[in-house]
């Protein structure tokens, strides 16, 4: 889509929808200049047909054929925020899409809350996004709509503008590219597939360079807990490093997100019901790989390392057995007391590596824990870490985003959980607190770093009708990385 700003629209201008939000309970500000329009709205409001509740909307024709006023629904004014606004407009733009419009023009000014920029960069990554559809193995309408104005009096809007929508737009392309990843099946998209996916946009961002270790340098590099991992399954395990480095002598900020590309469960096999979700378990390296792509196309500048730690967890005769004790490359024995408890396995041998990289911060991403969508539901990510400043940031960009986090502690009493007679740590820890213990065991592998974790095993797809990846937490991560340059 190509987005304009404008100050007003003047009959002349060719837009099939003017699209303007309301608020439950309020009086629409704007006036309207086609009569037949302004009637048919009273006669819409008076019959309360329309109340400006958040998802609802409703077409108004004129006395020309042009210029259609939607009405959409914001909700409450006093709960406006970033999520009520992407909320809001998918709703639309979904309902539009369906139609021949070609353009709309959207007005701005009542939907901003701290500022007209972070009003419309969250505004386009809202239609970008739901404009996304996942298009592999299934034939589909491509949606016919490719302009949009964005409408507001402010016009001092203009001189930035450029610049927003090539964020916007490179951030949105990257909330795609992990949708993409995720929703992809399993049967195609193996570590290999992901370490080619790394490779190929190496191609399109000669800023991008990637590194790939196979299960051989793996092991000459005593990575013995990752490659635990994908033992039962024949497709082998793959390290992905995706370096973007423009700026000289800076410490980057790392980035590692668990690529399991299926969880069975391993021998500790899952029940079969939703097993099919669990090719959402690369959500993590999916999320990676789409940030690194948003960073090389919007030129930030900003050093960031991507790492993807790729296995897929199968049960088999040579698969890893509850009781076996591996070495992770950190030195730490572990004894596996769940193969199922896979993602730190792979993270822990993957964090280790970033170290070399002498990182300014670490964060991992991980569908880790059902445990995480037992305490918090699927709205925020879990977030948990050994620096609070590190945790207020990411907090901050959550908040501003809608892409939000909610902090969990981390009392060293979770660590005790994790002590064993056999090994120097087990990967389980008690029938309790099943993330917090997750994120211990990292955090034992992440110590005199800035380091963060988050759990985004609720959030990083939706079920039901809707099932598929929602590319979370690209956004989060976007604003992170550019709000810490
Ligand atoms: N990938 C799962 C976590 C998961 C489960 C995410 C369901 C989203 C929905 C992870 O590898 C896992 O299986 N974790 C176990 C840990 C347990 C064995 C300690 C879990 O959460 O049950
Ligand atoms: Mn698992
Ligand atoms: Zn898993």
């Known amino acids: 889509m190509k987005y304009f700003t404008i100050n007003k629209l003047n009959q002349k201008s060719d837009v099939n929808y003017h699209i303007l939000g309301m608020f439950s309970g309020k009086k629409l500000i704007k006036n309207i200049d086609d009569t037949a329009i302004q009637n048919n709205i009273k006669e819409s409001l008076n019959n309360k047909e329309i109340t400006g509740a958040l998802g609802e909307y409703q077409i108004f024709h004129g006395n020309s054929k042009k210029n259609k006023l939607v009405l959409f629904g914001l909700g409450s004014k006093q709960d406006f925020d970033p999520i009520s606004l992407q909320k809001s407009l998918t709703y639309v733009i979904k309902s539009l899409i369906k139609t021949n419009a070609t353009s709309i023009c959207l007005e701005v000014d009542n939907l901003v809350l701290q500022g007209k920029e972070p009003a419309i960069k969250n505004i386009i990554i809202a239609i970008e996004t739901a404009l996304y559809k996942y298009k592999k193995n299934k034939t589909s309408n491509l949606s016919k709509l490719n302009t949009c104005y964005l409408k507001t009096a402010d016009k001092s809007v203009s001189a930035k503008f450029k610049e927003t929508v090539k964020i916007s737009t490179s951030i949105s392309n990257g909330i795609n590219k992990a949708k993409d990843l995720g929703n992809t099946p399993p049967n195609i998209c193996t570590p290999t597939y992901l370490s080619d996916q790394a490779k190929q946009l190496q191609k399109k961002y000669r800023s991008l360079n990637v590194e790939i270790l196979d299960e051989k340098k793996m092991e000459s590099l005593k990575m013995g807990s990752l490659l635990s991992v994908s033992r039962g399954s024949k497709e082998p395990a793959k390290l992905v490093t995706i370096k973007y480095l ?100 792979v993270l822990c041998d993957a964090l280790t590596y970033a170290k070399k990289f002498n990182p300014r911060y670490m964060i991992d991403l991980a569908t880790l824990t059902g445990a995480c ?59 309790y607190g099943g993330a917090i213990t997750a994120a211990a065991f990292l955090a034992k592998f992440t110590e005199g770093q800035k380091w963060a974790h988050l759990d985004i095993a609720g959030t990083a797809w939706d079920t039901g009708p809707n099932k598929g990846s929602t590319g979370r937490p690209v956004q989060l991560l976007t604003d992170f990385l550019l709000s810490n340059q």
């Open 246 to 345: 423009p700026i000289k002598n800076k410490k980057p900020i790392i980035l590692v997100g668990k690529g399991i590309t299926f969880d069975t469960g391993g021998i500790s096999i899952k029940p079969s019901g939703a097993m099919d979700e669990m090719k959402f378990d690369m959500s993590g390296a999916a999320a990676v790989l789409g940030t690194l792509q948003a960073c090389a196309e919007m030129k930030i500048k900003t050093n960031v390392i991507g790492i993807l730690a790729c296995a897929e967890n199968m049960p088999s005769s040579s698969a890893t057995r509850p009781g076996d004790v591996v070495k992770s490359m950190e030195g730490i024995s572990i004894e596996i007391l769940n193969t199922d408890a896979e993602g730190r396995l």
């Open 373 to 431: 969508l037992v305490a918090l539901g699927k709205y925020p990510s879990g977030l948990f870490s050994n620096d609070q400043k590190l945790a207020d940031l990411l907090k901050n960009s959550g908040d501003k985003t809608g892409d939000r986090v909610w902090q969990l502690p981390l009392y060293k009493e979770y660590f005790d959980e994790l002590k064993t007679n056999f090994a120097d740590i087990q990967n389980i820890g008690g029938r």
